[in-house]
């Protein structure tokens, strides 16, 4: 089998992370950090496109890394249109939804573009593989109550699909033959019901549907939301950041790490022990709801994500859900093995890559 060299590009708001791989084995990996002087010349986040491409070839030259050694370049899929999961090829459609932001600003919007401009200098493929819009929802879970407001998919799919993958080759079956309900605990949380290979139901991670996380509010009581809304004690962006960015653990402890928050636990702070049980909890309570979606034909639950890691925090999540499916954890994330993953699968013509319209 021939072997393959793939470049996994992934943009975070203060950083570019960079890997080569050959194959599944990541050969050379980087974390460019971008200091807040740096960006600050850059009005919008899609500014930044060229500093960074600029970077990132500097990087490679710098490691002695021939770009024209490369057989395929993917990047962190952004907020572009809902799409069914899959590796995409970056063209003209998605280059265009990228620049506009079509479903909002992220720097994840970057990494489409940035791969397409990288590829283009040596002729090869540019990708983008499960972005945070993935969407497999059946009807019935679109629904929300009124029909002004419609449920929507937004969560963290690259991650889902990985460790569904994965955790189906452990267990010689394909991702299609399995019911899952997959738990990614992060910044975010997003609980998915995978039912053969599709994501029929899953909260929206992004903006308050779902468990509270270390940075999310989660699903708040509705009559309440609203009556501070129109309180005139608060801006919409406040609203907005109260419910994404300064929710959660934020809101309650004061700081997004779940790694502190646990050593605050062991140092006697009861108030915080309550506060990640509630966490733990919300979770348990959105891994039954998924139970029902499956209809109980559930194979495995998996808990994966950084705060996977904490072991009181899944035996928590254990004791309450253990009696749905047997409970399988993969802690922490690896996205960009998962993005090379995606590329080495259309390079060995394992899977078709999609067509992005």
């Known amino acids: 089998m021939n072997s393959f060299r793939i470049l996994a590009i992934n943009p975070g708001s203060t950083s570019t992370k960079i890997a080569v791989f050959e194959d599944n084995k990541a050969v050379y990996t980087k974390n460019i950090k971008h200091k807040a002087e740096d960006l600050a010349p850059f009005p919008k986040l899609i500014d930044q496109y ?43 459609a998605m280059i265009n939804d990228l620049r506009i932001g079509y479903l909002g600003e992220h720097a994840s919007n970057l990494g489409g573009l940035l791969a397409k401009e990288i590829a283009s200098i040596i002729n090869v493929k540019a990708y983008i ?26 969560f963290h799919a690259l991650n889902q699909k990985a460790i569904a993958r994965t955790h189906a080759n452990a267990v010689g079956k394909k991702y299609e033959e399995l019911n899952l309900i997959i738990a990614h605990l992060g910044g975010g949380i997003s609980v998915g019901a995978h039912c053969k290979g599709k994501v ?26 609203v009556r501070l809304c129109f309180s005139g004690t608060v801006t919409i962006d ?29 140092a006697g702070d009861t108030f915080a022990a309550k506060v990640r049980d509630a966490m733990a909890y919300q979770v348990s309570k959105a891994i039954g709801e998924m139970a029902t979606v499956l209809k109980g034909q559930v194979d495995a639950i998996l808990l994966t ?53």
């Open 129 to 154: 593989a499960d972005p945070v819009v993935v969407d497999e929802l059946e009807e019935v879970a679109r629904f929300s109550g009124h029909p002004k407001f419609e449920r929507i998919s937004i």
């Open 305 to 357: 994500g950084g705060i996977a890691y904490d072991t009181y925090f899944v035996d928590y999540i254990k004791e309450h859900v253990s009696f749905i499916a047997p409970v399988v954890v993969y802690p922490g994330e690896d996205e960009m093995k998962a993005l090379a993953m995606n590329a080495l699968m259309v390079l060995r013509q394992e899977v078709e890559p999609k067509v992005y319209k």
């Open 200 to 225: 029929i139901d899953v909260n929206n991670a992004l903006d308050g549907e779902g468990p509270f996380s270390p940075e999310r509010s989660g699903t708040l009581p509705v009559g309440a939301l």
């Open 50 to 92: 060229e500093y960074r491409k600029d970077i990132i070839l500097q990087e490679l030259e710098e490691a002695n890394i021939d770009i024209y050694s490369l057989h395929a370049i993917i990047g962190r899929g952004g907020l572009i249109k809902p799409i069914p999961s899959g590796v995409y090829e970056v063209n003209e």
């Open 238 to 266: 406040e609203v907005k950041k109260m419910i994404t960015g300064k929710g959660g653990y934020v809101a309650y402890l004061g700081t997004n790490d779940a790694y502190e928050v646990e050593q605050r636990i062991k």
